[in-house]
């Protein structure tokens, strides 16, 4: 048995003998694995939905602007 194996052997034997020990390990460690999921979803929203956000807001910004520009009206200044 190589020692990767011997390693991931033992891990899950310690986890797995805290579990049975104690029931509120297993519930924290299913708490924890849930919040890997949430925040890894939540970067990849992050980086997926900034880029278009940013585009739709310059993009709104120009339509705004040429709307004022047809109606004669002044612009803001922020």
């Known amino acids: 048995m190589s020692i990767y194996y011997s390693l991931l052997l033992t891990i899950f ?37 900034g880029t278009v956000i940013k585009y739709q807001t310059w993009k709104m910004k ?7 520009k047809e109606y004669g009206l002044p612009d803001e200044t922020d």
């Open 13 to 49: 034997s310690v986890v797995a003998i805290m579990i049975v020990i104690d029931p509120n390990m297993g519930m924290w460690i299913d708490l924890q694995i849930r919040n890997v999921v949430v925040q890894l979803k939540r970067r990849y929203y992050i980086i997926t939905m």
């Open 62 to 68: 120009q339509e705004f602007k040429k709307i004022r």
